[in-house]
């Protein structure tokens, strides 16, 4: 039998790496790494030893995957479910949100999306055509708050994504002489990254990294900062303190090119190192030994992850960031931080904001979005003011969104307060296990009149649904894939088929939102028959179909890389012109126009009443393979590798407590308690504890009270989404910092 050779890019994480799909007649044979991808020698290590590659074929032909729609025939949560065809799924989703839409409006209806493993233009493009500014994301805690500051101060995106490397001369010899890593762990999640900072340190490159915990990261740092969690922004501006104090910074740049340095200086003097000392716990001639490294050794690169994104005070250790690398000029140089963007007037292929179609939701429709007027930078009114300055400069949307806030959401959903939202389309998500304050979530979900989830497995959150739908995964559709947050773009066509009559009928989510579109009169909009179509006409910029484009030697779109835009193209997409390093953006929407730290709502410091119960700081989230997020936990190959749920406690703490190594212990804080599993480390402050994210236990049933164990290690069930804690400008909430008891788990 002939064996079809087909080059797709894979989405079990972020990486994006491109990868050959053998198959014969349909079914899956092996994936190799794609030798044709420009970034082969930095993809193939990764890819050949991925883990989540290696059981694709398992993960792929799995036999609890949702093969076709399911509806509820029992009550909600009750697992009983009758097969159906798409057809009767579609037909009768429209004709209930027809029904809502006519009692409530079209407010009543929410979205919530994962983290693009899914076409994720696609859910907020219906969600604006059916009127609704209720689509809420992930990327309110991730990607959204650089995306936003970034723009807001600067005019664009600078580039930090996952598919980012360091770049290397044409000798071969790294060009940044500095980098600094603040809350990743790039083993984990940045494997481009990971794999060119390795060879560039072995070249003489220093490294910089803040981060509470040891991580493979922090092993490659000349200087780790080990602060106390949530106190970024102290710590970042305690450097800014020192560059300028010790006149390192580079005075032509910002003269020119700045705007706002006198009170930069005047906020940075707040926060001396002997005071930053003081909040974060790092010796202050650390922070100046940290600060003269990154000032002396430019160019220099900055890179945050989730570490940094998840915090209460996110947008001001960010912008922090952001000025920091702005005042040694390291910003759109080569080797330093790049502004992505390409200027207006250029075609672009993939401009995936736009292809949302915001300006087809009517203005008092976007009035009405939960969240704006209170967390402005990532909802309508904070994204129109930053699209106003750079939609003349800039070719594209600057991957700017507009979120609803999920917390306020869901006490919409339970109050009805300002106006009833009744019904919910999840895609690709799991916001059971995802989001804060899990047992918020859940009452919200079960009050819901309907509530469609369309996924891959079964999942906790898909428990709760009135119908489930059957997914196409990455390899059974094209995928064009932008990346770097500019308009370089790698593309992938569908290597297996999604649909075999009989045996599965998987939809992309182009597929099911332009089959409900279509029923609620949104035709216009969805005039291409399938996601092949879209993308033959979205790659016309390129002078090629998909097809032309995979068949071209390499199958990407890489633009030459530009710097220093800003001399030619007459400044910064910004108020005055300048690099905001005082924000007229965040002024005018109300907020502090410089960074400040808070200190974190729930810390020693701010609750010393809940100490003596809870005396250790949670900190959750840290990345760890084979899993990514709340996937892959039914992967028995993996399970093998990974059975249980970590937490990491100092030995000091652990011995006091009576705990050792491997048992099961109880984690609690003011909101409830899970288990997961002690593992000693002396990498963690003794009065600091990790918890990982994510985990259920699909081998559970499905049925309440189990919704297959997302009660037992989910560490969401302690996290907290209180507004009042969320980041008053982005609404982000703080996964972060929390105050928590640890203890032996006598019985399990
Ligand atoms: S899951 Fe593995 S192969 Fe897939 S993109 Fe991530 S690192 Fe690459």
Not at 456 to 463: E, Y
Request: aromatic share 10%; proline share 7%; glycine share 8%.
């Amino acid at each position: 039998m002939a064996t079809k050779v087909t080059k797709t890019v894979c989405r079990w994480c972020h990486a994006d790496c491109r990868v050959q799909v053998h198959s014969e007649n349909g079914r899956l044979v092996k994936i190799e790494e794609d030798p044709t991808d420009p970034r082969f020698d930095k993809i193939s290590p990764r890819t050949k030893g991925c883990p989540r590659m290696l059981a694709a074929r398992e993960n792929i032909e799995h036999p609890d995957r949702i093969r076709f729609p399911l509806k509820r025939t029992g009550e909600r949560g009750e697992d009983r479910w009758e097969q159906i065809s798409w057809d009767q799924a579609l037909d009768e989703i429209a004709d209930r949100l027809t029904a809502l839409k006519n009692t409530y409006g079209p407010e009543c209806l929410m979205a919530t999306q994962g983290t693009a493993r899914h076409t994720m233009w696609t859910g907020p493009r219906f969600m604006n055509l059916f009127g609704s500014p209720n689509t809420a994301s992930q990327g309110t805690i991730c990607y959204g708050p650089a995306t936003s500051t970034a723009t807001a101060i600067l005019g664009w995106p600078v580039q930090y994504r996952a598919d980012d490397q360091v770049p290397f001369d044409s000798s071969g010899k790294p060009i940044p002489r500095c980098l600094l890593f603040l809350g990743m762990t790039l083993s984990e999640s940045h494997p481009r990254l990971w794999k060119t900072a390795r060879d560039a340190k072995r070249m003489g490159t220093k490294v910089i990294v803040m981060d509470p915990r040891r991580t493979r990261t922090t092993d490659l740092a000349d200087i780790w900062l080990q602060h106390r969690p949530g106190t970024d922004t102290a710590l970042l501006m305690a450097m800014i303190q020192t560059i300028i104090e010790e006149g390192l910074y580079d005075k032509a740049f910002v003269d020119r090119w700045c705007y706002g340095f006198d009170q930069l200086a005047e906020r940075a003097n707040e926060y001396r190192p002997e005071k930053a000392e003081a909040i974060t716990w790092v010796p202050a001639d650390r922070i100046r030994e940290a600060a003269v490294m990154y000032a002396t050794h430019g160019p220099a690169k900055t890179q945050h992850g989730m570490g940094t994104e998840q915090l209460e005070n996110c947008i001001e250790a960010i912008q922090a960031r952001i000025i920091l690398a702005a005042i040694m000029g390291n910003i759109d140089v080569e080797g330093g931080d790049f502004i992505t963007g390409l200027p207006a007037g250029t075609s672009v292929p993939m401009d995936l904001a736009g292809l949302e179609l915001p300006e087809k939701l009517p203005p008092a429709q976007k009035a009405k979005q939960i969240g704006d007027g209170r967390f402005k930078l990532l909802s309508h009114s904070g994204r129109e003011m930053i699209w106003a300055y750079n939609k003349d400069m800039w070719a594209g949307n600057a991957n700017l969104r507009a979120y609803a806030h999920f917390p306020l959401i869901l006490r919409t959903v339970l109050t009805g307060k300002p106006y009833p939202v009744r019904a919910c389309l999840t895609m690709f998500s799991n916001p059971l296990l995802t989001q804060a304050n899990a047992k918020l979530v859940y009452k919200a979900l079960k009050s819901l009149d309907l509530y469609v989830v369309k996924d891959l497995f079964m999942t906790p959150s898909a428990q709760l649904a009135d119908y489930v739908l059957p997914s196409a995964a990455w390899i059974e559709r094209p995928n064009v894939e932008p990346f770097g947050g500019a308009f370089r773009i790698v593309a992938g066509e569908a290597a297996l088929p999604a649909i075999v009559p009989g045996e599965h009928e998987y939809y992309t989510d182009y597929d099911f939102y332009r089959g409900l579109g279509i029923r609620l009169g949104q035709e216009t909009y969805w005039a291409w028959k399938s996601l092949e179509e879209f993308y033959d006409s979205a790659l016309k910029p390129t002078g090629m179909d998909l097809r032309a484009f995979m068949d071209k030697e390499d199958g990407v779109y890489w633009p030459e890389e530009v710097y220093r835009k800003y001399e030619t193209m007459g400044g910064f997409a910004t108020p005055s012109g300048k690099l905001e390093l005082y924000s007229n953006i965040f002024e005018q929407l109300g907020y502090d126009p410089l960074p400040r730290y808070e200190e974190p709502k729930e810390s020693p410091l701010s609750r010393p009443d809940l100490t003596a119960q809870y005396p250790m700081m949670l900190i959750t989230g840290g990345r760890f393979r084979p899993f990514f997020h709340s996937e892959h936990r039914q992967i028995a190959s993996l399970r093998r590798k990974y059975p249980h749920p970590i937490v990491q406690i100092h030995p000091e703490t652990a011995q006091k407590a009576g705990i050792e190594d491997g048992d099961w212990v109880w984690i609690e804080t003011v909101r409830g308690r899970i288990r997961q599993k002690c593992l000693c480390f002396d990498g963690i402050h003794p009065q600091v504890v990790h918890c990982e994210h994510g985990w259920w236990f699909p081998e559970l049933p499905g049925e309440e009270p189990w919704l297959r164990g997302m009660w037992e290690s989910n560490i969401n069930v302690l996290t907290d989404d209180d507004p009042e804690r969320c980041n008053p400008r982005s609404g982000g909430w703080p996964l972060k910092t929390a105050l928590c008891n640890v203890y032996k788990c006598e019985v399990y």
